[in-house]
């Protein structure tokens, strides 16, 4: 027995006992990651339920399987499956060469308007790390993920698109750009500026956090990124304006009291911040190209991208590792699946399942505790056992009970 997650026009779910979730396997190192992580999910809904809650997984196709299957990367059956299911999760997967798609990743964002990237980034005790006081970040990043320079409207330098496109600029708005440039957009809108920071905000709202920081170059690109900023306070400024209070209309102790600050650093210096003041801040919410910088940085702060998940979420969700498909370990049963993993821990509180999530996350840190992990941390860790991919999957769920 099996059935359909449901979301309403306020992006409410309701969800089964029993709900249908799909999977992507994905290339490379997918099918090894994803076989650990299934056995960690069905393991802590298992432990967290006995029985009365159990996900049925659904296999749908993207990437080099689905190129085999089907002939096409991205079949249209798998972005209809993902608006029928509403959630999935997925391994990483291979960015076509010549396959007329700039990313798989970026062409399912765009096509299903998933248009906040969520990466929380925390440390695990015992994960090596390059700094010195790594416990210290534990931020979650929002970020743009439909807009900016992402948008793929681009063209190469010399083609009759740029050199059109930059004659018209240079004729109607005097501008000298070289006619033999490449050339690119940045749109940016209230639109997608002011969705961004309302989730960031219920987001908040539900985890009790404190302060919000915008992270833009509003001092260089005004009209683009420093616009973004503009939205995000208004929208903070009009629809939560009894709960949060702008960071500059902070006068006493007292005036921020039970409110969420909104505060915003230009991006350069927020790479700063997060090293030398990392406890400061703990929502983050930025246009694409600053976030794609920024939550890469942050989880090597913390250790690695072999454990930072990630979700893509609109209407639909669509979970993820935020590493890429590590060719040369496929198959080879070796790698670290954490990044999977986590991104089930942010699919199952998602769900309103937070008993399975914990659990996924006391048996992580039970295990990572324990020194038994994958090369990556057993190359760094001293006096560490070194397990396989499945073998690091079964340990967590023995570490759940
Ligand atoms: P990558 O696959 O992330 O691998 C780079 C290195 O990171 C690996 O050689 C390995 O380091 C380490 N690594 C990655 N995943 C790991 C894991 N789970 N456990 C332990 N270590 C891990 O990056 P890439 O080689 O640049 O990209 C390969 C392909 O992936 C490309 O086609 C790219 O487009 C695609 N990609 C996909 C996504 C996605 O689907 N979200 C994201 C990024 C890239 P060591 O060699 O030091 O062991």
């Known amino acids: 027995m099996s059935d359909k997650i449901t979301v309403n026009d306020k992006g409410v779910l309701t969800v089964p006992v029993n709900p249908v979730i799909c999977f992507i396997e994905g290339d490379g190192i997918g099918p090894d990651i994803w076989a650990a992580s299934r056995t960690v999910f069905d393991g802590a809904v298992h432990t967290a339920y006995r029985g009365t809650r159990q996900i049925a997984w659904k296999e749908i196709f993207a990437g080099e399987k689905?190129?085999?299957k089907t002939g096409n990367y991205l079949p249209d059956e798998t972005l209809e499956a993902i608006k029928e299911y509403i959630v999935a999760i997925k391994g990483p997967l291979t960015t076509p060469i010549g396959g007329g798609m700039r990313?798989?990743?970026?062409?399912?964002?765009?096509?299903?308007?998933?248009?906040a990237c969520v990466r929380p980034v925390r440390y695990f005790s015992g994960?090596?790390?390059?700094?010195?006081?790594?416990?210290?970040?534990?931020?979650?990043?929002?970020?743009?993920?439909?807009?900016?320079?992402?948008?793929?409207?681009?063209?190469?330098?010399?083609?009759?698109?740029?050199?059109?496109?930059?004659?018209?600029?240079?004729?109607?708005?005097s501008k000298t750009?070289?006619?033999?440039?490449?050339?690119?957009?940045?749109?940016?809108?209230?639109?997608?500026?002011?969705?961004?920071?309302?989730?960031?905000?219920?987001?908040?709202?539900?985890?009790?956090?404190?302060?919000i920081t915008i992270v833009h170059k509003g001092n260089i690109m005004k009209f683009t990124e420093g616009a973004f900023a503009k939205w995000c306070y208004k929208e903070a400024g009009e629809n939560?304006?009894?709960?949060?209070?702008?960071?500059?209309?902070?006068?006493?102790?007292?005036?921020?009291?039970?409110?969420?600050?909104?505060?915003?650093?230009?991006?350069d210096a927020m790479f700063q911040q997060l090293l030398l003041r990392p406890d400061e801040y703990e929502v983050i919410v930025t246009p694409n190209l600053n976030g794609d910088y920024l939550s890469d940085a942050a989880a090597a702060q913390v250790g690695g991208l072999g454990l930072a998940p990630g979700a893509n979420i609109g209407k639909?969700?669509?979970?993820?590792?935020?590493?890429?498909?590590?060719?040369?370990?496929?198959?080879?049963?070796?790698?670290?699946?954490?990044?999977?993993?986590?991104?089930?821990?942010?699919?199952?509180?998602?769900?309103?399942?937070?008993?399975a999530a914990k659990l996924i996350i006391k048996g992580i840190e039970k295990t990572i505790d324990q020194k038994y992990v994958t090369y990556d941390l057993e190359r760094q860790m001293k006096g560490a056992t070194l397990a396989k991919c499945s073998e690091f999957g079964k340990r967590i769920v023995e570490n759940m009970k």
């Open 66 to 68: 689905a190129k085999t």
């Open 316 to 355: 639909y969700a669509v979970f993820e590792a935020t590493h890429g498909t590590a060719p040369k370990y496929a198959g080879l049963d070796k790698v670290n699946p954490g990044s999977v993993m986590l991104s089930g821990v942010m699919m199952l509180e998602h769900l309103g399942w937070d008993e």
């Open 103 to 115: 990313s798989l990743n970026v062409t399912l964002r765009q096509k299903l308007d998933l248009y």
């Open 127 to 173: 994960v090596p790390s390059p700094v010195k006081s790594p416990e210290k970040l534990d931020i979650i990043i929002f970020r743009e993920n439909t807009e900016d320079v992402y948008s793929g409207i681009e063209w190469e330098a010399n083609s009759l698109e740029a050199k059109k496109l930059i004659s018209f600029i240079n004729d109607n708005f």
């Open 240 to 267: 939560f304006k009894d709960i949060t209070i702008k960071e500059s209309d902070i006068k006493g102790p007292k005036d921020s009291e039970g409110k969420i600050i909104i505060k915003d650093r230009i991006a």
């Open 177 to 211: 750009i070289p006619l033999e440039s490449g050339i690119g957009i940045k749109p940016m809108s209230e639109f997608g500026s002011r969705r961004l920071m309302k989730m960031a905000v219920e987001y908040a709202v539900k985890h009790g956090k404190k302060s």
